[in-house]
Structure formats: structure tokens, C-alpha cells
């Protein structure tokens, strides 16, 4: 029944900006535990930034602190990734991900409804 739905990627200069958002059908009262992750092209997938059913934000991956932020509206149910300054090594496919705790996890495995990804390229 949870079913997300990325949007947003697109091509940017290095030192632009973009905003992923992700509709997440299926919840009757709030987003539960979501995650962004990416993966670039042989390359193992990597958890991004985790944001907790209550809202808190659990987890950063080193390489993105300070520049992204996760966030959510309940009331839309739509899961956020601000990305600041952006840099080459940033492209990659963007996945959003989800599963029905309060409090998520951090491998991938462990997620359960999965979308379909949105690519990021950033170029020099």
C-alpha cells in the first residue's frame, strides 16, 4: 500500500542547488521512518539522510553535512532533500525509501518500499 514517487533530479552546475521531493502514498496519519539514498554507477548504494517518524533527523551521511537537508510535511505526505552546493561527485541516482516504524535504520536492506529514483548529475 506505501508507494513512493521521487521528482526533482535534474542536470546542475557545481555549486547550484536542487530540491527532491517524494510523494508518499499509503500512510493514513504521517510519513513513518524515509531515507534518501544514491548510487552512482558501480558503485554500492549509500545511505544519504535518514528522518524519523517524529521528525527528528537521525543520520547524515559525512560527505553531505552542511550542505543537504531532509525534511517532510505530514499534512502532504511528502518526504524533502535540500541540496546545497553541489558538487561533481554528488551525481548519482537518488532513491527515496520508507518503512512503517517510527524509527529508522540504516542499511538499505532493512527498508521496505522503495522508489523508483531520480538522477542527479553535477557538473564542473
Known amino acids: 500500500q506505501v508507494q513512493p514517487v521521487e521528482s526533482g533530479g535534474g542536470s546542475v552546475q557545481a555549486g547550484g542547488s536542487l530540491r527532491l521531493s517524494c510523494s508518499v502514498s499509503?500512510?493514513?496519519?504521517?510519513?513513518?521512518?524515509a531515507a534518501w539514498f544514491r548510487q552512482a554507477p558501480g558503485k554500492q548504494r549509500e545511505g544519504v539522510a535518514h528522518?524519523?517518524?517524529?521528525?527528528?533527523?537521525?543520520y547524515y551521511a559525512d560527505s553531505v553535512k552542511g550542505r543537504f537537508a531532509i525534511s517532510k510535511d505530514d499534512a502532504k505526505n511528502t518526504l524533502y532533500l535540500q541540496m546545497n552546493s553541489l558538487k561533481p561527485e554528488d551525481t548519482a541516482m537518488y532513491y527515496c525509501?520508507?518503512?512503517?516504524?517510527?524509527?529508522?535504520?540504516?542499511?538499505?536492506?532493512?527498508?521496505?518500499?522503495w522508489g523508483q529514483g531520480t538522477q542527479v548529475t553535477v557538473s564542473s
Open positions: 528522518i524519523n517518524g517524529d521528525g527528528t533527523t537521525h
Open positions: 525509501a520508507t518503512r512503517g516504524i517510527w524509527f529508522c535504520p540504516n542499511r538499505a536492506a532493512e527498508y521496505t518500499f
Open positions: 499509503g500512510y493514513p496519519d504521517g510519513i513513518r521512518c
